[in-house]
């Protein structure tokens, strides 16, 4: 059984910083693009970034693409979003997701092509 599983999440102030991981088990990651996701409360999912299944390259979206970063360990199994100077407005539920597929810099944050989810973890950001 295909399953991804973030941890990671939890209260930080203005300021600080965190990282997320992402967990699989049942397949190997290595053969799977994965992308963070994370929605807000009252907003709609937004792509944070994805990776490719080699961990050569990655797109991100380009208004946290300074503070945000993705990475990957395939041996492990594990993908990881180091955040970076958090801002209250970066609170959310992170999700990871996971595609067979390849992504490019105009496909990678289309939410629909990700077969794969984990359940979230969440991030507040607040003093």
């Known amino acids: 059984q295909l399953q991804l599983v973030e941890s990671g999440g939890g209260l930080v102030q203005p300021g600080g910083s965190l990282r997320l991981s992402c967990a699989a088990s049942?397949?190997?990651?290595?053969?799977?693009?994965v992308a963070w996701f994370r929605q807000a409360p009252g907003k709609e999912r937004e792509g944070v970034g994805s990776i490719s299944n080699s961990g050569d390259f990655a797109f991100y979206v380009a208004s946290l693409e300074a503070r945000f970063t993705i990475s990957r360990d395939n041996a492990k199994n594990m993908v990881y979003l180091q955040m970076n100077t958090l801002k209250p407005e970066d609170t959310a539920v992170y999700y990871c997701a996971a595609t067979a597929g390849l992504i490019s810099s105009s496909t990678w944050n289309r939410f629909y092509e990700y077969k794969n989810w984990g359940q979230g973890t969440q991030v507040t950001v607040s003093s």
């Open positions: 049942g397949f190997n990651l290595d053969d799977y693009a």
